[in-house]
């Protein structure tokens, strides 16, 4: 099996395609117009012969910016991704996005119709000579899901367990831990020996992708006991850290709010 990782000068989003004898995987094709471009280029040259299947990980629209430059595939994502309440709200980011830095596409700007729908923990889905393993992950956002492929002894985070972000709360921080509580039964069940997050870096250590998972915990914890104690969150450890600090401190802000509104505490 052939795969390929791309990633994005943007955030350092990823898209990673996978190939086989009888199947295509394309997963989060992103961000500007030419590295979609190279993405179509990489792919076409696999479509004779081949199922074309595109897996959306989420709704973020940094990750479905690209979904209908490839309108031949068959759109895999869960339920409540497809259900998506704020769709709307979705594409309006993308036309805000494109607008605000004069981009045009070549392809139009909807929401994506999904096919085969992940329902479940657990739920399997034989795709030619691939098959894909699903469980739900929310918390980052409701319609998460991580994906294993099987043969490729793979995993595709989306969202989470990036070497390069703290978690990112667009949901639910409960919800957050109890994905991150999943990785134990993930590297348990399946034989993984790389790690895909949707931003970052890719790993082929377990120590490593614990140590994210040990990390991301903690963040949450953090944030949730300087809420509860009303003490100051060590700013200074997490700015050592992480080293986009102009471009991710709102989103460190964000996740304050969110976690006071949880738990019903007003912020000065």
Known sequence: MTKK???????????????????????????LPAEIKTIQDETKQYLEGRKFYLLLTHSDYDHIIGANAFPEAIVIATEAFSKNPNKKKV??????????????????????MVNVLVEKDGQQLTIGDMTLIFYLAPGHNADGMFTVVEEAKTWIAGDYLSDIEFPYIYHSSADYLETLQKVDRILKVHDVDELIPG?????????????????????????KSAARTAH??????????YDFRRGMEAFHQKNVALIAKEMGIKIP
Not at 200 to 221: D, H, P, V
């Open 5 to 31: 990782i791309f990633k994005s000068a943007l955030f350092q989003t990823t898209s990673t395609l996978f190939v086989s004898d009888k199947t295509i995987l394309l997963v989060d094709p992103n961000w």
């Open 199 to 223: 931003h970052g870096n890719s790993t082929t250590s377990t120590k490593e992708i614990q140590r994210r998972q040990l990390e991301n915990k903690r963040y949450i914890l953090e944030l």
């Open 232 to 241: 100051e969150f060590d700013l200074d450890a997490l700015w050592n850290r």
């Open 91 to 112: 594409l309006e980011e993308i036309h805000y996005f494109d607008e605000s830095n004069y981009i045009k596409r070549d392809y139009p700007i909807t929401y994506p």
